[in-house]
């Protein structure tokens, strides 16, 4: 079973960039399709990014989109999450994960992904 481990987080002013790191322990994440996701305080976990196994197609949600950039290093086993123009409403946990690509085109329905991290902390301050 695939362990996953995010880092990268913390404090940034609005305005500022971060780069969140996932990488897998157990298995290989070439197959998979990997996403991003992440929870505010009170509020549910939402999709933000994902990308194919093979990097040849992403998807990310409108709230983002323009502002991020997922990416991934089959080779490193380890997928990128890189994050300019941060702003408060940002602030959140970010978790990766994975869905393993034999069970279709890329997800943004986080019951789809069977495989999850513990999540980095990202806080944007204004």
């Known amino acids: 079973q695939a362990q996953l481990v995010e880092s990268g987080g913390g404090l940034v002013q609005a305005g500022g960039s971060l780069r969140l790191s996932c990488t897998a322990s157990?298995?290989?994440?070439?197959?998979?399709?990997m996403g991003w996701f992440r929870q505010a305080p009170g509020k549910e976990r939402e999709f933000v990014a994902t990308?194919?196994?093979?990097?040849?197609?992403?998807y990310y949600a409108d709230s983002v989109k323009d502002r991020f950039t997922i990416s991934r290093d089959n080779a490193k086993n380890t997928v990128y999450l890189g994050m300019d123009s941060l702003q408060p409403e940002d602030t959140a946990v970010y978790y990766c994960?994975?869905?393993?690509?034999?069970?279709?085109?890329?997800?943004?329905?986080?019951?789809?992904?069977?495989?999850w991290g513990q999540g980095t902390q990202v806080t944007v301050s204004s």
């Open positions: 994960a994975a869905a393993p690509m034999t069970r279709g085109p890329i997800e943004t329905m986080a019951r789809r992904y069977d495989f």
């Open positions: 157990g298995r290989t994440l070439s197959i998979y399709h």
């Open positions: 990308i194919a196994s093979n990097s040849l197609t992403t």
